[in-house]
């Protein structure tokens, strides 16, 4: 995969910085996919629990690497063959986690309903930016995996 | 001479479902981990959207808990579970 250069909207974006930030600071310490292995294999929950929670940590980790000094003066974020997996997983954890904390209260198929209208309905504010950034971390997703495969992204449309 | 043969009992990887991530990644992933193609990838994808779980691979159990690990570190809920028919 060749670097890929995207350029966002620095004055849309850079105000959901804090709040996702916030959740994946929630990332060190939760899983967004608790484990279902159920009672019998508490040891090895355990085990796994440890390594999951360091791969998520440097998942995040990577994606707010993008947001350096070029985002912040040109806007540009940048995707390459290192970058592009962690990245995707960590959208996929923070948008799990806003699922299951901030966005707890909205039923699934007024999600789903504002998810296609990309509008924020009667959402109240906090719940507003919470899916701002639910919205943002998807777009993220839909650009690199469009660069992985240009095919797949379109079936889910 | 006896000769004692093992039987290894084979254990099934479960793909669940989730309303959150988006159908392409999961897609991507089951092709990434399990080899699988395109069409096959889809078919776990919504066989586990329909009916809440897949089952994605059969075989010995060290292998399934290294599957299991791997759709966790992508954040796609799995478990794995004894395989009745062995």
Redo the contacts between chains.
Sequence with gaps: MKRVEVRLSITAVAPLLDLIKAVADELHVH????????DADTE?AAV?GE??LE?QRNDCDRLFSLFDAEFFSEGVVAFDRDNAEPV??AC??L??RF?STRLVDVP?DTLEALESSSTMGDLDPEAQKAFACFLFL?EL??II?KY??PM??D??E | MSVEVEKKSTWRVVFLNDAVTRMSYAVMVLRKLFGFDEETATKHMLEAHEQGRSVVWVGVRENAEAYVFSLQQWHLSATFEPDEES
């Design positions: 899983l967004a996919v608790p484990l279902a292995l159920g090895l796994w390594d999951l791969s995707l997983r996929a954890a948008r799990l699922r699934d998807d997703q839909k995996l992985l495969d797949a992204v079936e889910d």
